[in-house]
Nanobody, 125 residues
Framework: VQLQASGGGLVQAGDSLRLSCAAS????????MGWFRQAPGKEREFVAA????????YYTESVKGRFTISRDNAKNMVYLQMNSLKPVDTGNYYC???????????????????WGQGTLVTVSS
């Protein structure tokens, strides 16, 4: 699976952005998908994940109520809608895919098999 993230940019606090991640291959629906971010000088951290069917979403506490993850299995796409952005949301955002079973280890970097390149989100105050 090859992943291509896009949609980052420079925005002001309170603005919204939607990140997209395009996946190659015909078995996209067999992968759980996640978004991670990495701020300058910090470790990569979990942001959100979505189950294979798209029926369940999971979020880190700091983005709950502001970010929404979704996927379109027909288009091999996963999205991250980010609202009410804050300067602390600044970083490179990475999408990732996991074909591992059982489900559940969404927050673990090592659970994911494939990673896209980052797309930079910068939120100014």
């Amino acid at each position: 699976v090859q992943l291509q993230a896009s949609g980052g940019g420079l925005v002001q606090a309170g603005d919204s952005l939607r990140l997209s991640c395009a996946a190659s291959g015909r078995t996209f629906s067999s992968y759980a998908m996640g978004w991670f971010r990495q701020a300058p000088g910090k470790e990569r951290e979990f942001v959100a994940a979505i189950s294979r069917s798209g029926g369940s979403g999971y979020y880190t506490e700091s983005v709950k109520g502001r970010f929404t993850i979704s996927r379109d299995n027909a288009k091999n796409m996963v999205y991250l809608q980010m609202n009410s952005l804050k300067p602390v949301d600044t970083g490179n955002y990475y999408c990732a895919a996991s074909g591992r079973l059982p489900d559940g280890n969404y927050q673990a970097i090592g659970w994911y098999d494939y990673w896209g390149q980052g797309t930079l989100v910068t939120v100014s105050s």
